[in-house]
């Protein structure tokens, strides 16, 4: 019989006691929604302070004129290929950080940060190189001259700052996996701060600035790079909290870590790369057809760089929270975050959709300056590509949340695999076919984008759906983690195409969880007034100390509940 003390709490565990979870009711959808809303308004908030300074500074340097304002597009584009490649490898820390937090590991937060310094530095050298090679890659699709010389001074300077980016990421990440948005505030607005002075001051020569014109805004991007990560790392480090709590500067090195956490962040980084380098093939196939088109999408790019960017954060957010409840064995809260984040996930797209229709002329007035008073045709070809961009965004924001929720399973290799399939290769080839074979030009490539977002929606949307649903356990989940790519594929296509559900691949919740006091593998405990039955099941809530003997939860760990494999029918051809 197991003694449960829920009123006592213990100090510390002895070897021979363990820890028991009791089971609250489960998490509602609303409950879910106000979670998300709480972390992603914060955190969205903020990345919406550094984006507004990054943006503000190509503004500057597109209102200078025609060819500015064209280099801006190519930058900006460009930009995002690179800058999501290299930080986006960054996001697992947050992940794994969150989970490690869950699972009552807070000194392995320390480790995963510094570790994330290391993964910072080794991604930097590619994402630096691509920066400065980036004028010789965009000659190759006989781009204007005057487009690439302005390229070429902006890229020459911001190479610079690329490793500040990459730093920047990692310690967002950790101060997202420890809640401490004050910090991330202060390093937002501090970038920002250094960045709109500098930016409008270099790009105009005003206030006794020199006019460096498209290296004046390199050099203010740097500035502000560089100016706000070192104090927010030296805040990490010399905080007697994160030192103390989550050992900071602790000397260790687990190399097993390593290379999980650069496994799964490479996979992040090229998802992030592959889907935004399209976004940079895309901008080449405007400037192709036309230097009009190019320079009437200004508006869309300088939009991509904070939707985008918004549509990550939402998405990250989903998976931190739900590594958060995986890492309690709440497999049914996990799907309910899932649906939650779909659903916020939905109200930024459908929101600018209506604002761009809504207000186009001042958004117009807003990006392109004076220039949208030079023709009525360049006007009209700007707000509809405004709007076929504003369409796309819906299921843009459904793959990248479907994605990101994924990541809290510890499955990155699919988002990858889709990115690459449905929205680099589908996308290039139907972008291509209606901007080049089609008399909608510019708006061809465009609608090309949207058709291609649409498919990658319903390959990945359906992905998660169908294993939120069936990882229900901690062996189902393990399961799938040891299973190769081409097996979950497989199973996630017999679960679309079969005619009979497939059962969920858990037990019934249990009434008491335990927990093995040393941090060891989690033993699931039923307990009953005439037996005592090993199964597995979700937990969260409550935690209290209780009394078990050694040999009993050996029993349990060893003989753990296994569920049977998903039963088939006729239609069943994948597995």
Same mark, same amino acid.
């Given at each position: 019989m197991i003694?449960?003390a829920e009123?006592e709490?213990?100090?510390?565990?002895?070897?021979e006691?363990a820890?028991i979870v009791?089971?609250?009711e489960?998490i509602s959808l609303k409950?879910a929604?106000k979670?998300i809303?709480?972390?992603?308004?914060?955190?969205?908030g903020?990345?919406l302070i550094?984006?507004?300074g990054?943006?503000?500074?190509l503004?500057?340097?597109?209102?200078?004129?025609?060819?500015?304002?064209g280099?801006?597009?190519?930058i900006?584009?460009?930009q995002i290929s690179?800058? $999501?490649?290299s930080t986006?490898?960054?996001?697992?820390?947050?992940?794994f950080?969150k989970?490690a937090i869950?699972?009552?590991?807070l000194e392995?937060v320390g480790e995963?940060?510094?570790?994330?310094?290391?993964?910072?530095?080794?991604?930097?050298?590619p #994402?630096?190189l691509a920066t400065?090679?980036m004028?010789n890659?965009?000659?190759l699709t006989d781009?204007s001259?005057?487009?690439?010389n302005?390229?070429n001074? $902006?890229n020459v300077i911001?190479?610079?700052?690329?490793?500040a980016?990459t730093f920047?990421m990692?310690n967002?990440?950790?101060?997202?996996?420890t809640?401490?948005?004050k910090?991330?505030? #202060?390093?937002?607005?501090?970038?920002?701060?250094i960045?709109?002075?500098c930016?409008?001051g270099f790009?105009?020569g005003?206030?006794g600035?020199?006019?460096?014109?498209a290296?004046?805004a390199?050099?203010?991007a740097?500035?502000?790079?560089w100016?706000?990560?070192?104090?927010t790392?030296?805040y990490i480090?010399f905080?007697?909290?994160?030192?103390k709590?989550?050992?900071i500067t602790r000397c260790y090195f687990s190399?097993?870590?390593?290379k999980d956490?650069?496994?799964k962040?490479?996979n992040?980084?090229?998802?992030a790369?592959?889907?935004?380098?399209?976004?940079?093939l895309?901008?080449?196939?405007l400037?192709?057809i036309?230097?009009?088109a190019l320079?009437?999408?200004?508006?869309?790019w300088?939009l991509s760089s904070?939707?985008?960017?918004v549509?990550?954060?939402?998405?990250?957010?989903g998976?931190?929270?739900?590594?958060?409840?995986i890492?309690?064995?709440?497999?049914?809260a996990a799907?309910t975050?899932g649906?939650?984040?779909?659903i916020?996930?939905q109200?930024m797209p459908?929101?600018?959709?209506i604002?761009?229709?809504?207000?186009?002329?001042p958004l117009?007035?807003?990006?392109?300056g004076k220039?949208?008073?030079?023709?009525?045709?360049?006007d009209d070809? #700007?707000?509809?590509?405004l709007y076929?961009?504003?369409?796309?965004?819906?299921?843009d924001?459904?793959?990248n949340?479907?994605a990101g929720?994924?990541?809290?399973?510890n499955?990155?290799?699919?988002?990858?695999?889709s990115g690459f399939v449905?929205?680099?290769?589908?996308g290039?080839?139907?972008?291509g076919l209606l901007?080049?074979e089609?008399?909608?030009?510019?708006?061809g490539a465009?609608l090309g984008r949207t058709l291609?977002?649409?498919?990658?929606?319903?390959?990945?949307?359906s992905?998660?759906?169908?294993?939120?649903?069936?990882?229900?356990?901690?062996?189902s989940?393990?399961?799938?983690?040891?299973?190769?790519?081409?097996?979950?594929v497989k199973?996630?296509?017999?679960?679309?195409?079969c005619c009979?559900?497939?059962?969920?691949?858990a037990a019934?919740?249990?009434?008491?969880?335990?927990v093995p006091?040393?941090?060891?593998?989690?033993g699931?405990w039923h307990h009953?007034d005439e037996?005592?039955?090993p199964?597995?099941? #979700?937990?969260?809530g409550?935690?209290?100390?209780?009394?078990i003997q050694?040999?009993d939860?050996n029993?349990?760990?060893?003989?753990?509940f296994r569920?049977d494999p998903?039963?088939?029918?006729?239609?069943?051809?994948f597995?």
């Amino acid at each position: 019989m197991i003694e449960i003390a829920e009123d006592e709490v213990l100090d510390e565990a002895s070897d021979e006691e363990a820890l028991i979870v009791l089971h609250p009711e489960a998490i509602s959808l609303k409950d879910a929604i106000k979670d998300i809303f709480n972390h992603s308004f914060k955190f969205i908030g903020c990345r919406l302070i550094y984006l507004g300074g990054t943006m503000a500074n190509l503004t500057f340097l597109g209102e200078k004129g025609f060819y500015y304002l064209g280099a801006s597009s190519l930058i900006t584009t460009t930009q995002i290929s690179v800058l $999501y490649s290299s930080t986006g490898v960054i996001f697992a820390v947050g992940v794994f950080a969150k989970g490690a937090i869950a699972e009552g590991r807070l000194e392995d937060v320390g480790e995963i940060y510094r570790q994330g310094m290391l993964i910072s530095a080794i991604v930097s050298v590619p #994402a630096v190189l691509a920066t400065y090679f980036m004028s010789n890659i965009l000659s190759l699709t006989d781009q204007s001259p005057d487009f690439l010389n302005l390229v070429n001074d $902006y890229n020459v300077i911001y190479m610079t700052a690329v490793p500040a980016n990459t730093f920047f990421m990692n310690n967002l990440q950790v101060l997202l996996a420890t809640s401490d948005y004050k910090a991330i505030l #202060a390093q937002v607005s501090l970038f920002s701060l250094i960045m709109l002075p500098c930016s409008y001051g270099f790009v105009n020569g005003a206030w006794g600035f020199p006019d460096l014109g498209a290296s004046g805004a390199g050099l203010a991007a740097t500035l502000a790079a560089w100016g706000s990560v070192i104090p927010t790392t030296l805040y990490i480090f010399f905080r007697p909290y994160y030192r103390k709590t989550y050992g900071i500067t602790r000397c260790y090195f687990s190399l097993k870590m390593f290379k999980d956490l650069l496994k799964k962040g490479i996979n992040i980084g090229l998802q992030a790369g592959i889907e935004t380098i399209y976004l940079t093939l895309l901008s080449q196939i405007l400037g192709k057809i036309s230097a009009t088109a190019l320079s009437a999408s200004a508006p869309i790019w300088d939009l991509s760089s904070i939707l985008t960017s918004v549509t990550f954060s939402l998405a990250h957010v989903g998976g931190v929270l739900t590594r958060k409840v995986i890492g309690r064995g709440d497999f049914a809260a996990a799907r309910t975050y899932g649906f939650a984040t779909q659903i916020m996930g939905q109200i930024m797209p459908i929101s600018c959709l209506i604002i761009f229709f809504a207000a186009t002329t001042p958004l117009l007035e807003i990006f392109l300056g004076k220039h949208h008073i030079d023709s009525v045709d360049f006007d009209d070809l #700007a707000a509809q590509m405004l709007y076929i961009y504003g369409v796309g965004l819906i299921p843009d924001s459904v793959r990248n949340i479907a994605a990101g929720n994924m990541r809290g399973y510890n499955d990155t290799l699919f988002a990858m695999l889709s990115g690459f399939v449905n929205v680099l290769c589908l996308g290039l080839l139907i972008s291509g076919l209606l901007g080049f074979e089609s008399p909608l030009g510019g708006l061809g490539a465009l609608l090309g984008r949207t058709l291609a977002f649409t498919i990658g929606a319903c390959v990945m949307g359906s992905y998660w759906y169908t294993n939120s649903r069936d990882i229900q356990s901690v062996q189902s989940l393990q399961a799938h983690e040891d299973s190769s790519l081409w097996f979950n594929v497989k199973t996630w296509m017999n679960a679309i195409c079969c005619c009979r559900r497939r059962p969920a691949l858990a037990a019934p919740i249990a009434d008491v969880v335990v927990v093995p006091a040393d941090g060891g593998r989690h033993g699931f405990w039923h307990h009953d007034d005439e037996e005592q039955v090993p199964i597995v099941a #979700a937990s969260a809530g409550k935690s209290v100390y209780g009394s078990i003997q050694a040999d009993d939860l050996n029993y349990i760990i060893e003989n753990e509940f296994r569920p049977d494999p998903p039963s088939r029918c006729s239609s069943c051809y994948f597995l």
